[in-house]
Structure formats: structure tokens, C-alpha cells
T-cell receptor
Framework: EAGVTQFPSHSVIEKGQTVTLRCDPI?????LYWYRRVMGKEIKFLLH????????ESGMPNNRFLAERTGGTYSTLKVQPAELEDSGVYFC??????????????FGQGTRLTVV | GDSVTQMEGPVTLSEEAFLTINCTYT??????LFWYVQYPGEGLQLLLK?????DKGSNKGFEATYRKETTSFHLEKGSVQVSDSAVYFC?????????????FGQGTTLQVKP
């Protein structure tokens, strides 16, 4: 079974440009999460989808970030326009729904974003 | 709000040494606690977890006990190997209900030398 897949693995863009990150969760996983680790600090929660609906987007830093999950399958995270402080590693994770408390979340390898 | 604090790294050990990585937490309610590991070039993997006080999680020789009285979940291994070199993250589940949202510590880099 394929794991969580993220594209691209690395992205270097100039300040002011737009970047779109993609996450393909494990097939059948209703829950999809985005996290970010900035400059070796803690990994911070960005948002949580249940199927195509945003369950919790309390971690989204500002309105330059837009996440979508059309059809409840893959998800995209767009940063527009990118700023220097957006640099970091963006992780996606997915888990099954209806599996009791704290279903195991499976993480992708992350996308390393560098804004110059 | 809820938070997780890990000991500062990097931690450098010789093979077969004893490992402890400290983790303490602040949370309302009764969170589940986790240790995740990120090996070089790979994604985060769940290493072990504990869902209630006094539970001990264990996997691959690693152990951690959920201590409610000290709000701690320290990771230990009796004899580390070079292949254990990785970044280790302590985390807790957050939010009301079964949301699966995790709050992580800053990560501790472990380097094991032969």
C-alpha cells in the first residue's frame, strides 16, 4: 500500500511568487492534516480536513495560505505571495476515520520550501 | 494552551550507550502522548504512544512511560545503535474529541557514533 506522498520534495522560489504543494494521502483516509516546521523549531499544526471539509484551520498563519481538498482525495496548499518567513518543511499526514481515539497519523516525507 | 517541551539537542552518544530524551507537556484534559522519529531523508514515523496515565509505550527497544504526576513522557533506550541516529519528536494529541491534531516539541537530534 502506498504511503502519504508529497510533491515536490524541494521548492526554491523568490519572494512574491506563488507555490503550490500537493499531498496524496493514503487511499481511504478521511483525515488529512498539514503541518509546518520552520527553522528547526517545533512542528506546528496548520489545518485538518475531514474528507473535503475543513475541520480545523486554526493554525493557518494568514490569508496568504490557501488549502483545498476537492473531492476528498488529494490536497493542495498554496502560498501566494510567498514571504521569506514561509521557508520551512511542510508535512502532510493522513489517518482513517472512525478508528476510536487518536487514530495513527501517517506522515509524508515533507516538502522543503525555500523562499529567497 | 497545550504545549510540549523537549530537551535541547543535538545529543551525541557512542554505540551501546544509554539514551534518555526528556519530554514534558502542558495540557488540559487527558491527552495521548507520542514519540515520532524522522530518519534522514524520510518522513515522520510513529515510534510509540501511550493513551493514559502510567501506560508504557514501547517499540524497537525504546520505551516511554506516561507520568501524569510529573507531566512527562521521557524516551529511553538501553543500548543505542548507529541506525538510531535520527530526529525524535515528542507530541500530544490536542483538541476536544477525536480530531487527531498533534502538538509537537521542537525535536531532538540524536547522533550515534560507532
Amino acid at each position: 500500500e502506498a504511503g502519504v506522498t508529497q510533491f515536490p520534495s524541494h521548492s526554491v522560489i523568490e519572494k512574491g511568487q506563488t507555490v503550490t504543494l500537493r499531498c496524496d494521502p493514503i487511499s481511504g483516509h478521511d483525515n488529512l492534516y498539514w503541518y509546518r516546521r520552520v527553522m528547526g523549531k517545533e512542528i506546528k499544526f496548520l489545518l485538518h480536513f475531514v474528507k473535503e471539509s475543513k475541520q480545523d484551520e486554526s493554525g493557518m498563519p494568514n490569508n496568504r495560505f490557501l488549502a483545498e481538498r476537492t473531492g476528498g482525495t488529494y490536497s493542495t496548499l498554496k502560498v501566494q505571495p510567498a514571504e521569506l518567513e514561509d521557508s520551512g518543511v511542510y508535512f502532510c499526514a493522513s489517518s482513517q476515520g472512525g478508528r476510536g481515539r487518536d487514530p495513527e497519523a501517517f506522515f509524508g516525507q515533507g516538502t522543503r520550501l525555500t523562499v529567497v | 494552551g497545550d504545549s510540549v517541551t523537549q530537551m535541547e539537542g543535538p545529543v551525541t552518544l557512542s554505540e551501546e550507550a544509554f539514551l534518555t530524551i526528556n519530554c514534558t507537556y502542558t495540557a488540559t484534559g487527558y491527552p495521548s502522548l507520542f514519540w515520532y522519529v524522522q530518519y534522514p531523508g524520510e518522513g515522520l514515523q510513529l515510534l510509540l504512544k501511550a493513551t493514559k496515565a502510567d501506560d508504557k509505550g514501547s517499540n524497537k527497544g525504546f520505551e516511554a512511560t506516561y507520568r501524569k504526576e510529573t507531566t512527562s513522557f521521557h524516551l529511553e533506550k538501553g543500548s543505542v545503535q548507529v541506525s538510531d541516529s535520527a530526529v525524535y519528536f515528542c507530541a500530544l494529541s490536542a483538541g476536544a474529541g477525536n480530531t487527531g491534531k498533534l502538538i509537537f516539541g521542537q525535536g531532538t537530534t540524536l547522533q550515534v557514533k560507532p
